[in-house]
């Protein structure tokens, strides 16, 4: 008899005692799982966003350059109220020498300026979506692992996804007007 009892708290290939704690109690070890799960996931996507792309030597040259201008620029016009406040007779002398500069001159240089960053802000914008698009793409994939863990994570709490098993969880939500 004692044979039988401890056969059907133990045997038969489930364990009806851990089964019933983990009603109470998730199971440690599954859960610890999940969270490193979780946590791989996360560091294979953020490794995926900071990859870096092997690129030649001329391309990082030029990828220098292309960083250059915005830093000269504000700079530069830093520099120029420096230079106003300590020799204002030697700045004087520029401004009025960039005061003889034709008007097709600077038309020139502000199609130039304006090209350079409408590109920049082009290529910015292009990759930008490419990275969007490719977030979206694992997007349903994401959507379904997270549904797997919950639904795992549910069952290791032993509440089931059907709300019309629990007699006294219903006259509960009927007495709640809910």
Not at 29 to 36: D, H, L, Q, T
Request: glycine content about 10%.
């Amino acid at each position: 008899m004692i044979g039988d009892f401890l056969n059907m708290v133990f045997g038969g290939g489930r364990n009806a005692l851990r089964e019933t704690i983990e009603v109470f109690r998730p199971n440690a070890e599954a859960a610890e799982m999940r969270e490193a799960a979780q946590k791989a996931a996360a560091l294979s996507q953020f490794a995926a966003e900071f990859r870096i792309e092997r690129r030649g030597w001329f391309d990082r040259f030029i990828d220098g350059l292309n960083r250059l201008p915005r830093p000269m620029l504000a700079l530069g016009t830093l520099g120029l109220f420096v230079t106003a406040m300590t020799d204002p007779v030697w700045f004087a002398q520029r401004m009025q020498g960039i005061a003889l500069v034709p008007e097709p001159l600077w038309w020139l240089m502000g199609a130039i300026v304006s090209f350079y960053f409408g590109a920049r802000h082009q290529v910015k914008t292009h990759d930008l979506q490419r990275a969007l698009a490719e977030s979206l793409a694992r997007a349903p994939g994401i959507a379904r692992s997270v549904a797997a863990l919950d639904t795992e994570e549910t069952e290791q709490a032993g509440v089931g996804g059907n709300q019309g098993d629990n007699a006294a969880l219903d006259d509960w939500r009927r007495s709640r007007g809910g």
